[in-house]
T-cell receptor, first 114, second 111 residues
Framework: DSGVTQTPKHLITATGQRVTLRCSPR?????VYWYQQSLDQGLQFLIQ???????AKGNILERFSAQQFPDLHSELNLSSLELGDSALYFC?????????????FGPGTRLLVL | QKEVEQDPGPLSVPEGAIVSLNCTYS??????FMWYRQYSRKGPELLMY????GNKEDGRFTAQVDKSSKYISLFIRDSQPSDSATYLC???????????FGKGNQVVVIP
C-alpha cells in the first residue's frame, strides 16, 4: 500500500458527461501528479500540483482540469467525455526535496466512457 | 519519435531464468532513471532508481544506465512466478519532476 488513495475505483459514464476523480496524497507529501494510462499510449503525464499551485503541465486536454486543495487532496475533472478518454487515471504524490524524489502511485481510477 | 521507447512485447520465461528488459530514450536531459513494476489492476510501484550512468544492484534486480547510448536495462536474476508483472521504465530530468514512461513489458514467469 503506497499510502496514496484514489476514489472511485471504477467509473462508467456516457459520452458528453463530466466526472471528477479524487486523490489523497501520502501524509506529508506536497506534490500531486496525475497520469493517464491507456493501452496505445502507455502512462502519460497530465499535470502536477505543488502545495496548491500548478507546477507543470503535460499532455492534458483543455477539457480536463485539476486542482489541489488546502488539505492537499487533488481532483481531476474530465468534461465533455469522449470514448477515447476511457483509460486508467493514476495519481502520484511525492515530497519534493533535495536530490531523489520518489513518486508513489495510487491504485488508480478505471474510467469507461460508453 | 517518442521520448522513451520500450518494446511492449510480452515476455514469457521459465522460473529461474534471467529476465532482461531495456529502454532507449532520445532526451539527453534525462538524468534520473527508474524501473516501476505494475501488477494487474494496481498502481506502479518503484523498483529501482538510478542517477546518471552506472549500475545498481538490489537483491535479484540490477539496473544499468548507459547515457552515452541513451539506453537503460533491468535484469532480474533467478526469476520467480511472483515477478510476473508489467515493468515500466521511467525517466526525468533535473528540475522537472514529471516522469516520462515507456509503454511497459508484460513479464510472465512460468513455474
Amino acid at each position: 500500500d503506497s499510502g496514496v488513495t484514489q476514489t472511485p475505483k471504477h467509473l462508467i459514464t456516457a459520452t458528453g458527461q463530466r466526472v471528477t476523480l479524487r486523490c489523497s496524497p501520502r501524509s506529508g507529501d506536497l506534490s500531486v501528479y496525475w497520469y493517464q494510462q491507456s493501452l496505445d499510449q502507455g502512462l502519460q503525464f497530465l499535470i502536477q500540483y505543488y502545495n496548491g499551485e500548478e507546477r507543470a503541465k503535460g499532455n492534458i486536454l483543455e477539457r480536463f482540469s485539476a486542482q489541489q486543495f488546502p488539505d492537499l487532496h487533488s481532483e481531476l475533472n474530465l468534461s465533455s467525455l469522449e470514448l477515447g478518454d476511457s483509460a486508467l487515471y493514476f495519481c502520484a504524490s511525492s515530497l519534493p526535496g533535495q536530490g531523489r524524489e520518489t513518486q508513489y502511485f495510487g491504485p488508480g481510477t478505471r474510467l469507461l466512457v460508453l | 519519435q517518442k521520448e522513451v521507447e520500450q518494446d511492449p512485447g510480452p515476455l514469457s520465461v521459465p522460473e529461474g531464468a534471467i529476465v532482461s528488459l531495456n529502454c532507449t530514450y532520445s532526451n539527453s536531459a534525462f538524468q534520473y532513471f527508474m524501473w516501476y513494476r505494475q501488477y494487474s489492476r494496481k498502481g506502479p510501484e518503484l523498483l529501482m532508481y538510478t542517477y546518471s550512468s552506472g549500475n545498481k544492484e538490489d537483491g535479484r534486480f540490477t539496473a544499468q544506465v548507459d547515457k552515452s547510448s541513451k539506453y537503460i536495462s533491468l535484469f532480474i536474476r533467478d526469476s520467480q512466478p511472483s515477478d510476473s508483472a508489467t515493468y515500466l521504465c521511467a525517466m526525468s530530468s533535473y528540475g522537472n519532476n514529471r516522469l516520462a514512461f515507456g509503454k511497459g513489458n508484460q513479464v510472465v514467469v512460468i513455474p
